[in-house]
Nanobody, 115 residues
Framework: QVQLVESGGGLVQPGGSLRLSCAAS????????MNWYRQAPGNQRDFVAS???????NYADSVKGRFTISRDNAKNTVDLQMNSLKPEDTAIYYC?????????WGQGTQVTVSS
């Protein structure tokens, strides 16, 4: 079965950096687009970044130039490097894949940007 496990969240000061990682299993990883989403309290879950199996990337306007998504098709992992973090980046971050016509989500990892 499809499993996505995120790690790497935490508390960081504004302007700081964090690196999130998602370990995937249960599907042929390199064939699928992998995504990161985030959800702040009281808000909907929003798209952050995506990466195809061929390493083409796409970003939400709010994170362009600050976040970088990457993947390792040998290790079945997808990472999100987050730099120049702002308080408005505070959210639970989720790894996502659409497999067999349905979305799968990890359990999420909390990112808090605060002084």
């Amino acid at each position: 079965q499809v499993q996505l496990v995120e790690s790497g969240g935490g508390l960081v000061q504004p302007g700081g950096s964090l690196r999130l990682s998602c370990a995937a299993s249960g599907f042929f990883f390199r064939s699928y687009v992998m995504n990161w989403y985030r959800q702040a309290p009281g808000n909907q879950r929003d798209f952050v970044a995506s990466i195809t199996g061929n390493f083409n990337t796409n970003y939400a306007d709010s994170v362009k130039g600050r976040f970088t998504i990457s993947r390792d098709n040998a290790k079945n992992t997808v990472d999100l490097q987050m730099n120049s973090l702002k308080p408005e980046d505070t959210a639970i971050y989720y790894c996502n894949v659409r497999y067999s016509n349905r979305p799968y989500w990890g359990q999420g990892t909390q990112v808090t940007v605060s002084s």
